[in-house]
């Protein structure tokens, strides 16, 4: 038995994303235990989820298991409102808006005005590596073509059923609009893209999963799309040589124009058995010596400095189920930006799975980056005494210039 995934669905709103990806997942799920509260799960990796227009949907699916639409409403999305951690561990709007001295969301507006890409930042790894309960959600990333702003979500965990409609709803709803808006009102909100690392139904709700997916219901409504993009597409190669020609031959078949200098294309891009090469690139080793000395404040305000590659190796030999092994070295209160965005170790099954995410890489760069997560993979790979298992990629957007 192998993990299932990763794998890409593309439907116009979130019933119709809640009703697959569940439907999958009781196919295709491989059995897993979670490391904190021993519970049992089913369990795919890497599921990508393209909506193309949310708001032409009701805000939860049909027959929803999860929290009602006035608890939704009036509980759940002020949380990505607010400041404040309240009684939480956090909230969304916590993490986004204070938990690095920093607006993010303010910072994102300001920055789509000039830039076509912005990120915000919810993983802190001096905290996170030892939280007991750290976000589901680590990075939201927004592109903006023309005057239309797209929404790209990293979430690390995900309960797909009882949990997935509640944070497209809270990111949507608030962030998306907020940042958005700006533009053209509501004409400016764009599409949705959620990337769940650990897409898993608990045993406790496979049973209400299921009889509300058997139910009759009344079909939802939808109405043309008008804000698209390029892709996502998702592609399978056996090895980087392989990988880097499918990506160049679906580049020219799929890309569209991003301005009048730039074409883009949104590409998952999984690796089959990336071997690392026998001189890696320079960048691979700045990478490893900043993850290695990570330099960040605590959410209790104490500057420290912490070896993320240690944390990764030790997690990997003591909870090789873990949904938490997240490295970065971006830190939105230093500077901007730099890829890989974040990088997830998935050990499962006896092989070490990893999912890179990235944002404006140009298709020139590709090989270099191929290269360098395939050498990351086999040094955390080699120091926890585990076999490297697939490489996925996920590029948001992936750029040529014309």
């Given at each position: 038995?192998?993990?299932?995934?990763?794998?890409?669905?593309?439907?116009?709103?979130?019933?119709?994303?809640?009703?697959?990806?569940?439907?999958?997942?009781?196919?295709?799920?491989?059995?897993?235990?979670?490391?904190?509260?021993?519970?049992?799960?089913?369990?795919?990796?890497?599921?990508?989820?393209?909506?193309?227009?949310?708001?032409?949907?009701?805000?939860?699916?049909?027959?929803?298991?999860?929290?009602?639409?006035?608890?939704?409403?009036?509980?759940?999305?002020?949380q990505y409102i607010t400041s404040e951690r309240g009684g939480h561990t956090y909230t969304y709007g916590w993490c986004a808006?204070?938990?690095?001295?920093?607006?993010?969301?303010?910072?994102?507006?300001?920055?789509?005005?000039?830039?076509?890409?912005?990120?915000?930042?919810?993983?802190?790894?001096?905290?996170?590596?030892?939280?007991?309960?750290?976000?589901?959600?680590?990075?939201?990333?927004?592109?903006?073509?023309?005057?239309?702003?797209?929404?790209?979500?990293?979430?690390?965990?995900?309960?797909?059923?009882?949990?997935?409609?509640?944070?497209?709803?809270?990111?949507?709803?608030?962030?998306?609009?907020?940042?958005?808006?700006?533009?053209?009102?509501?004409?400016?909100?764009?599409?949705?893209?959620?990337?769940?690392?650990?897409?898993?139904?608990?045993?406790?709700?496979?049973?209400?999963?299921?009889?509300?997916?058997?139910?009759?219901?009344?079909?939802?409504?939808?109405?043309?799309?008008?804000?698209?993009?390029?892709?996502?597409?998702?592609?399978?190669?056996?090895?980087?040589?392989?990988?880097?020609?499918?990506?160049?031959?679906?580049?020219?078949?799929?890309?569209?124009?991003?301005?009048d200098s730039t074409k883009y294309l949104y590409l998952t891009l999984r690796i089959e058995k990336a071997e690392p090469p026998?001189?890696?690139?320079?960048?691979?080793?700045?990478?490893?010596?900043?993850?290695?000395?990570?330099?960040?404040?605590?959410?209790?305000?104490?500057?420290?400095?912490?070896?993320?590659?240690?944390?990764?190796?030790?997690?990997?030999?003591?909870?090789?189920?873990?949904?938490?092994?997240?490295?970065?070295?971006?830190?939105?209160?230093?500077?901007?930006?730099?890829?890989?965005?974040?990088?997830?170790?998935?050990?499962?099954?006896?092989?070490?799975?990893?999912?890179?995410f990235y944002t404006n890489v140009e298709l020139e760069q590709l090989p270099i980056e191929i290269q360098r997560a395939a050498?990351?993979?086999?040094?955390?790979?080699?120091?926890?005494?585990?076999?490297?298992?697939?490489?996925?990629?996920?590029?948001?957007?992936?750029?040529?210039?014309?």
């Amino acid at each position: 038995m192998k993990a299932y995934g990763p794998y890409l669905v593309r439907v116009c709103h979130i019933d119709g994303a809640w009703r697959q990806v569940n439907r999958i997942i009781l196919q295709k799920g491989v059995p897993l235990t979670t490391e904190d509260k021993k519970q049992e799960t089913l369990e795919t990796i890497g599921c990508v989820i393209h909506l193309t227009n949310w708001r032409s949907g009701p805000p939860l699916p049909r027959g929803y298991i999860g929290m009602d639409l006035k608890t939704l409403q009036e509980s759940y999305i002020p949380q990505y409102i607010t400041s404040e951690r309240g009684g939480h561990t956090y909230t969304y709007g916590w993490c986004a808006r204070k938990r690095f001295q920093v607006d993010q969301v303010k910072q994102a507006k300001e920055k789509l005005k000039e830039d076509r890409v912005a990120l915000i930042q919810l993983w802190n790894p001096v905290s996170d590596i030892e939280n007991a309960n750290p976000p589901c959600i680590n990075m939201i990333l927004f592109h903006r073509v023309a005057d239309v702003v797209h929404v790209i979500v990293y979430i690390r965990s995900n309960d797909m059923a009882r949990a997935y409609p509640d944070d497209v709803a809270g990111i949507n709803r608030v962030f998306l609009t907020e940042v958005a808006s700006q533009f053209r009102g509501i004409r400016s909100i764009g599409t949705t893209t959620t990337i769940s690392a650990s897409a898993h139904i608990y045993k406790t709700s496979e049973e209400d999963v299921k009889l509300a997916l058997e139910q009759n219901q009344t079909p939802t409504y939808t109405h043309e799309r008008t804000n698209r993009i390029a892709g996502p597409i998702m592609l399978t190669a056996t090895t980087p040589q392989s990988a880097i020609k499918r990506v160049r031959d679906a580049f020219q078949r799929y890309a569209e124009k991003q301005d009048d200098s730039t074409k883009y294309l949104y590409l998952t891009l999984r690796i089959e058995k990336a071997e690392p090469p026998p001189n890696p690139p320079e960048s691979y080793y700045q990478l490893l010596q900043e993850l290695e000395k990570y330099e960040g404040k605590s959410d209790e305000g104490e500057r420290k400095q912490v070896n993320q590659i240690r944390y990764v190796t030790q997690k990997i030999k003591t909870a090789p189920q873990s949904r938490r092994i997240v490295v970065t070295v971006n830190n939105p209160k230093k500077r901007e930006f730099i890829n890989p965005l974040l990088i997830q170790f998935l050990p499962r099954l006896g092989e070490n799975h990893m999912i890179a995410f990235y944002t404006n890489v140009e298709l020139e760069q590709l090989p270099i980056e191929i290269q360098r997560a395939a050498a990351i993979q086999s040094h955390i790979s080699k120091k926890s005494a585990i076999k490297p298992g697939m490489i996925t990629l996920i590029i948001t957007p992936l750029l040529q210039k014309m």
